[in-house]
């Protein structure tokens, strides 16, 4: 079996696959704090709630926006589950031609996302990813990265609405039950998603109009993607794991050349 780990800034998500099938996945929040210990014997703890062993766990890969985080998640796998994992990196095989005036700018989350949605589902599609930011990334039939566009995302825009004003209240991040609303914190919520309800809407119709592809699909990932998605039917597909088929994906094509 195969351990997927796909470090964002504000998560972490573990997957275990057995062939293609995803057999078992968590969400962990990201914390720099942690030492190799903790973390290995994090990990550990995590199979003890699933029908998955650690024991058959053979291999592993990792994506890391966040390098502080790297060196205890790296350590704590090795120590505890005796296994080296591959890294995704600027470099491997992954199937998309990065058309960038400098391709290692590209984080590798939105390199495992391309490659996922492109091998799953086919291009020309359009790549929507709800993690920290909110990212809308392009591929093309061929398998050509042809623009990304980086937004702020929903958690960054609520953080920052109770952060900078004195009088609004901390709220959670859901969809509200209409756009008219009668207190502060079902206003905040209205805003915040039928605002990014909107911002999807336009940037998907402008990168359509602009590559004349008005039936390029969409898919969209990422933990509040779902928020999204359940406002309004912009997407062709919700995929809440296409990292992970993405993580997969890259072990495949590069097992052989470790």
């Keep these: 079996m195969l351990l997927v780990i796909d470090v964002s800034n504000t998560n972490m998500v573990f997957g275990v696959f057995e062939g293609d099938r995803l057999a078992a996945s968590w969400r962990l929040s990201t914390r720099s704090g942690r030492t190799s210990d903790e973390t290995g014997l994090l990990i550990r703890s995590l199979f003890e709630y699933s029908e998955v062993s650690v024991d058959e766990i053979e291999a592993a890969v990792v994506s890391s926006v966040v390098p502080n985080v790297m060196y205890s998640m790296l350590n704590g796998v090795r120590k505890f589950l005796k296994i080296d994992p591959m890294i995704v990196r600027a470099g491997m095989k992954t199937g998309i031609n990065l058309r960038m005036e400098n391709p290692k700018e ?60 004195a009088k609004l209240p901390k709220f959670e991040i859901v969809s509200p039950e209409s756009i008219i609303t009668r207190n502060t914190v079902e206003s905040m919520q209205a805003g915040l998603v039928y605002g990014h309800v909107g911002e999807a809407v336009y940037l998907i119709e402008k990168i359509k109009e602009h590559f004349a592809l008005p039936d390029m699909k969409v898919i969209a990932t990422g933990g509040l993607g779902k928020v999204i998605h359940e406002m309004k039917p912009i997407f062709d597909v919700y995929d809440p794991v296409l990292a992970l088929h993405g993580l997969r994906l890259i072990y495949e094509k590069n097992r052989n050349r470790r």
């Design 106 to 165: 590209m984080g590798t989350d939105r390199i495992v996302n391309l490659m996922a949605a492109y091998e799953i589902y086919g291009g020309p599609a359009i790549v929507v990813d709800y993690s920290t930011a909110t990212t809308f990334d392009v591929v093309s039939e061929d398998g050509e990265f042809l623009t990304g566009i980086t937004a702020p995302g929903l958690q960054i825009c609520a953080d920052a609405l109770y952060q900078r004003a």
